[in-house]
């Protein structure tokens, strides 16, 4: 997160009904006083803490909130003379996909619209006579930032800027599976902050030129950098080595250049980085030397250097990347840990060390990708060779034996990272390593292990614990004065040394469904993705992701009470994404929160039997997706907003 400014005094006076912000100013002097309470100095109370109470998740007894982002939750804010005030929470959208909305030049834009290399809109023509531009249903990371001396037109109160990505697409009109078919768009929200209220209202929307980074790939996970920017990513790297028979991914190459053989699998997963500008455009730049690995959410450290990296994958690694000049990702050293376990109870716990794979410039790197094919990397092969000069790998959920070329370690650290990291020795068992964050004061790193099943069980990469299914949110203790397993130094302060888990953080799956067909304990995370912490608010939140759940939850958990509270329910079959907790913007604090795949339900219902089907039960689906399909364009449309305080409620305690 970035360095935060002192915030301005205000008064609890402006937190009134229906103002949607979260009501806190955080400054260190006069924090949040409350109207008409003094102490016998006559000084007034101000701000200590804040404490998310939660709400219960929502039953068939209210269909409508099972079918809709719904909140009933609230922040109760406790101040110096030991009285409280309760504020009621909401949500408020920006748009839905599929709005046409203000471009800022006096036109209308198709919100998650998505553009070919040449800007143009990609037509859905799989149904005769329905032909349409396709749009996302699937937004994720979203960044909330604010830029000096801009100037927008149409501004009455304070201009603030959202970056937001969207991941891919589920379906076409025809109900054809477009999942990683498509290019994916970054749109710069430019937004209206009313002064008094802390309500942001959408002005304008303009997309980002992604064509100089050769398009985008499949975009998950977000942060805000310490300086200031939006730190995206592209999951699911396509696998070099089986490229010529990737239909997805030729799909994906047809609808970006029109040329199905034109797209280079070197040149996805990586990490792009978006810089807005004054008047809300923005420019965007791929980093090609953090490794190419299922970038998922990347946390930079407050020295502006370490950056930590969540790996979505099978058989996936924790990695590092110490950049060598600060707010600067274009060159630096990119390490694996390896995990040293000292439990296998439930999700485990280990000791980590750090394996230097290499040194490079973005640049470099880039002209690696532009020129190699895996032939002139390595020779890989997906049977036993019986030959002594290979190396056993674990490899995406199966096995490779790999042979490095001469010469080509560099290209191998970071065009072939996961494949070279094995074969360093790094341990590369984890499964679906999502969100990454950092509480900056206790110098402790988070990180969300959506699925704790596969090769974090086997033993294949080195980690053997016994899950759950419902996956974990690892605590990280980050200390400097660390060596790697060659004896050098590493040039951080924020350097992660071991991983467990609070116990808080499991999720617990649940010996039979629940009567909604929960398969997880639904007063327990499961599946645990977007994580972000909030300094201020001392507060963890989590995103889930997840078919163990009816309904998926957006998550508060407090490090210092260790209470875990339920704050928002995203429509069933949902998936809670672009989650951003944002302490302060002049004066206001926010937190960001999408969702994307509404009624996606896995499996069908079983209309004779009412079987449990995928976690959901026949009446649910018979009784939800109605009112989902009416909710949500037919389940082609999703939800960018934030959370809101609505009210305030109670008197001091």
Known sequence: MPDQSLLPRRKALKLLAGAPMLPLTLGASSLLAKPGTANAAGAKAGYVAAQFIGMPAPTLDDPAAMATTSVGSTLRVRYSDGGTRDVKLAYTPFFKTGDMVADGKGGRILAGGYLDINAQPIIDKSVPGKERPFFSDCPDGTSLLTVENARIEGIKGKPVFAVVQFEYLSRNQKGDDMYGTMPSPVAILTLDQDPATGHLSLVQYRTVDTSGAHGLWITCGASLSPWNTHLSSEEYEPDALSIDHDKPFRAFSQNLY????????YHYGHLPEVT????????LKKHYCLGRISHELIQVMPDKRTALMGDDATNGGLFMFIA???ADLSAGTLYAAQWHQTSGEGPGSADLSWIRLGHATSAEIEALADRLKIADIADVRTKDPQDASFTKIPFSGKTN???LKPGMEKAAAFLETHRYAALKGASM?????????VNAHDKIAYSA?????ASMLNGSGGIKVQGPEAGAVYALNLKGGQKDAGGQPIASEWVPVDMAAPAALIGKMLQAPDALGNLADPDRIANPDNIKFSEKLRTLFIGEDTSLHVNNFLWAYNVDT???????STPAGAEATGLHAVDEINGWTYIMSNFQHAGDWKLKKDKESGKIKGGLHAVVYEKLDPLIDANYRDKFAASVGYLTGVSLAGKPA
Request: hydrophobic fraction near 30%; charged fraction near 25%; aromatic fraction near 6%.
């Open 258 to 265: 029109g040329d199905s053989a034109k797209a280079n699998p």
């Open 276 to 283: 807005v500008h004054p008047d809300g455009s923005g420019t």
């Open 324 to 326: 060598d000049k600060p």
């Open 401 to 403: 034996w790999i042979k």
């Open 429 to 437: 068992g984890f499964t679906k390593m999502e969100g990454t964050t």
């Open 449 to 453: 292990m959506s699925y704790i099943t």
């Open 562 to 568: 260790r209470q875990l509270a339920r704050v928002l």
